[in-house]
């Protein structure tokens, strides 16, 4: 658990954009949200996976910059979610036959993990594991009851979240690159079930399906345990291209009016079908003809859901909970039911966690975009911020600032004058007593001769 004095950051490689946010605990045990900032990402990542390496750590250096600017302190270490096209899970068996009966120890549960652990995957890696029950006969055990327990036969059931080799990788180069240490890397759709989902809902079964730009991932979750994550490539974003192509408009105006007027399923809104709408270049349509564009590429979207959940509809006893930016559209309720036939309880989540609360310096969107990276917030237990100690500013403080310095006279130059001066005052007196010396040379050469004459003489 972190400190309340701590300040955690977090970072989201979205399928359009990349987010960073940081957050302080509260003596209530609600996050405060300090700092937030996010740039958009088409050009460096595509469906959650880093498409340009360069870009995307210029972009994860300008989003980090932003948010040390707005706490005012240095960012030293970040979390960092992993999610993206790739990320599915994989069921795995193993099976142990005793000649006798055995009692279950831990250590004979950490060899199966062991095992569980080395199998390999064609270009993929695994990166958590989510025991399921234990096959004792016909009989299933939870992982929680299992140690102590005789045996001659086991099964062990094991969920592998797995994605290729690359996907951590990648994130690992560009956070480094960018000059952070990353403190964990999170699975993003189990952090986000943490913390959407009630321990009811978890244990009486329900599914989470976050609707984003460009993939919708649907996690199935039932006595507590996840049982199935994938991930489907396709998002809301898919709708505002069709629009953009049946109505020829640019994308920007085509994201805007499916915001404002869309609807996944339209034909029971009243007064939708004489609505005129108004296009760029003086061009118009009407509502019910936008309506129908959104609501097929919703339909597709919602029975790529529903194929994946229908296997295991009659454990969902507490329903489907939609999140995510795609999920805010209106009636997407009707859709879904329109979908799948059944009456099944939906739940929307609009609007952040009730333990999050904002600052009122910093604009956060509330539209349920940022789920993914409040619960990558949410899960940090580790200071990811360098403090100023307060001696440092002390010192700091006594620095002379720049008006200081355009007051003090600079005596810099007066100085070298008055050095140069005697400088040359000293090679003057130097250069005088070499030629005395000289003189007193030539006189005793002189006199020297004058002897040496006489003494020849005599």
């Keep these: 658990m972190a400190a309340e004095k701590d300040i955690i950051v977090a970072l989201e490689l979205a399928t359009t954009s990349i987010r960073a946010i940081a ?9 405060q949200v300090l700092a937030f900032a996010e740039e958009n990402a088409a050009n460096c ?14 972009a994860i250096s300008r989003v980090l910059g932003q948010i040390g600017l707005q706490l005012g302190q240095t960012i030293s270490r970040i979390y960092v979610g992993l999610s993206g096209q790739s990320l599915h899970s994989v069921h795995n068996h193993i099976q142990r036959a005793f000649t006798e009966k055995t009692q279950i120890s831990n250590g004979l549960i950490d060899q199966l993990m062991d095992t569980n652990r080395g199998v390999v995957y064609t270009n993929s890696e695994i990166l958590e ?48 690159s960018a000059g952070y240490e990353i403190a964990e890397l999170l699975i993003t759709p ?6 959407i989902l009630s321990a009811s809902e978890k244990r009486s079964g329900c599914a989470l399906v976050d609707l984003g730009a460009d993939t919708t991932t649907v996690s199935i979750y039932s006595n507590n345990i996840l049982r199935k994550l994938v991930v489907i490539p396709m998002g809301s974003h898919n709708a505002t291209m069709d629009i953009a192509h049946c109505l020829k408009i640019e994308v920007e105006e085509a994201e805007s009016l499916k915001i404002k007027y869309g609807h996944a399923w339209y034909e029971d809104y009243e007064g939708i079908q004489n609505k005129v709408l108004k296009l760029s270049h003086g061009r118009e349509t009407n509502e019910s003809r936008l309506c129908e564009i959104i609501e097929a590429r919703y339909e597709e979207i919602l029975h790529n859901v529903w194929a994946q959940l229908e296997e295991d509809s009659e454990k969902l006893t507490s329903g489907i909970i939609f999140t995510g930016g795609g999920a805010q559209i209106a009636s997407l309720s009707e859709a879904f039911k329109q979908v799948n036939k059944r009456d099944k309880q939906i739940r929307i989540v609009k609007g952040m966690q009730a333990d999050v609360c904002m600052t009122t310096t910093i604009y956060v ?43 003090t ?50």
């Excluded at 989510?130 to 086991?154: C, F, H, S």
């Excluded at 969920?159 to 990788?169: G, H, P, Q």
């Design 129 to 176: 594991v989510i025991p399921q029950e234990y096959k004792v006969g016909n009989r299933a055990v939870p992982d929680t009851d299992i140690v102590g327990m005789q045996i001659e036969q086991l099964e062990a059931n094991f969920l592998n979240i797995i994605a290729r080799n690359s996907l951590a990788e990648n994130i690992e180069n560009c956070v480094n």
């Design 190 to 195: 189990l952090a986000l079930g943490d913390s």
């Design 45 to 58: 990542i595509r469906k959650g996976i880093i498409d340009n390496i360069d870009k995307t750590t210029q």
């Design 365 to 407: 969107p509330d539209n349920g975009r940022i789920n993914n990276i409040i619960s990558l917030l949410l899960h940090g237990d580790q200071n990811c911020v360098t403090f100023q100690p307060e001696s440092d500013k002390d010192n700091n403080s006594d620095a002379p600032t720049e008006e200081d310095k355009k007051q």
């Design 23 to 31: 957050g302080q605990r509260m003596p209530d045990g609600t996050m």
């Design 409 to 458: 006279p600079d005596t810099t130059q007066d100085t070298e004058k008055q050095d140069n001066l005697s400088t040359t005052h000293v090679e003057e007196e130097e250069n005088a007593q070499e030629e005395e010396q000289e003189q007193k040379k030539k006189k005793r050469s002189f006199w020297q001769i004058i002897k040496d004459a006489v003494t020849d003489e005599e």
